[in-house]
Nanobody, 127 residues
């Protein structure tokens, strides 16, 4: 059974870069057809898919983030990391990492593709 755990700072200052890491246990991040996403929920709003990295290392991003997001992985540590640059208070949210099987790239942003979720970590952007 896959388990995912987010880690990172709970408070970030505006204009800084937010880095969050998801540590995966119970299966490899190179497992065939699995995609590994970052998803967030701002206060009072719905879930927003931010981006993903595939089992092959291909990356996908939401256009709404305007190139501020990047996702990398460390296969030796079985982790993947989100970097979000130039944060503003609008980036305050509960951040989740999630995993699921995705066969077609057009489906990578569909939240229903993700069967395994971390518990989430709160990030607040404030000076």
């Amino acid at each position: 059974q896959l388990q995912l755990q987010e880690s990172g700072p709970g408070l970030v200052k505006p204009s800084q870069t937010l880095s969050l890491t998801c540590t995966v246990s119970g299966g490899s991040i190179t497992r065939t057809n699995f995609h590994w996403s970052w998803i967030r929920r701002p206060p009072g709003k719905g879930l927003e898919w931010m981006g993903a990295i595939s089992y092959r290392g291909s990356t996908y991003y939401s256009p709404s983030l305007k190139s501020r997001a990047s996702i990398s992985r460390d296969t030796a540590e079985n982790q993947f990391t989100l970097h979000l640059t130039s944060v503003t208070p609008e980036d305050t949210a509960l951040y989740y990492c999630a995993a699921g099987i995705v066969y077609y790239s057009d489906d990578v942003q569909r939240l229903e593709q993700y069967d395994y979720w971390g518990q989430g970590t709160q990030v607040t952007v404030s000076s």
